[in-house]
């Protein structure tokens, strides 16, 4: 199976489903990686660009990533830019892996460049136009300090129907979390450790088991 985890910022795929592309690869799964925006300056400092830069190389080197794409749009802009321009790059993308499944952040997300990039993946992989991007299944994650922050009466609430156990799998993904020198957080605060373990406990407790990640289906075509 070809897997393709967007992520509009870098660390949103592991706090998502970071559990879960790591349950992807050990069952041999190739894993792919479309990184939507990047950080630059002058909003960011050029040291922390540049770490942010070296944090992503780290990141895809511990997930075993076939390959990492990176559109370069900037980070929280945008909703300013032409919609077509962002689709394209996704098109293009999903045109070249033609993945079976597809993870993206949830649709209600607060923040505008999820919200946007959420919208142009869903337009990108239209299902009319499935022998052109390939893709089977199509699951929305949850982002911690983002999807948590939308008021529901704002956004569509994010209510899980599919769950997946990473029990085995919880201590790597926090290890690979604490790569993101740049985005980690203190406790109590949402991009901490002990706050992404939470999360997962909880979810975890959903299903009977001590470890998992939440998604909404979205979509999915069955032969």
């Known amino acids: 199976m070809k897997v393709l985890v967007v992520a509009p910022h870098p660390d949103d795929e592991t706090l998502g489903c970071g559990g879960t592309l790591l349950k992807h690869r050990a069952a041999e799964d190739k894993l792919f990686w479309l990184i939507v925006t990047q950080a630059s300056e002058p909003k960011w ?9 070296r944090e992503i190389e780290s990141v895809s080197a511990a997930y075993g990533f076939e390959k990492t794409f990176q559109l370069g749009f900037p980070a ?9 321009d962002l689709i394209q790059g996704i098109r293009e993308v999903t045109g070249e892996i033609k993945p079976d499944c597809v993870y993206l952040n949830h ?31 199509l699951l929305s994650y949850e982002v911690l300090s983002s999807t948590d922050a ?24 926090l290890e690979i979390m604490a790569l993101y020198q740049t985005e980690v957080q203190p406790y109590p605060l949402p ?12 979810r975890g407790a959903t299903i009977g088991v001590e470890y998992a990640e939440a998604f909404m289906l979205i979509r999915e075509t069955v032969s």
């Open 150 to 173: 939308m008021p529901a009466v704002a956004a569509p609430n994010f209510i899980p129907n599919v769950f997946s156990n990473i029990s085995p799998y919880l201590e790597r993904k």
């Open 76 to 84: 929280t802009k945008i909703d300013a830019l032409p919609l077509e």
């Open 191 to 202: 991009r901490a450790a002990e706050s992404i373990r939470a999360l997962a406990r909880a």
């Open 107 to 137: 649709a209600g997300d607060i923040h505008s460049d999820h919200r946007v990039g959420f919208e142009a993946v869903m337009s990108a992989v239209k299902p009319f136009y499935s022998d052109r991007h390939g893709v089977r299944r």
């Open 45 to 53: 400092p050029a040291d922390t660009v540049k770490a942010k830069r």
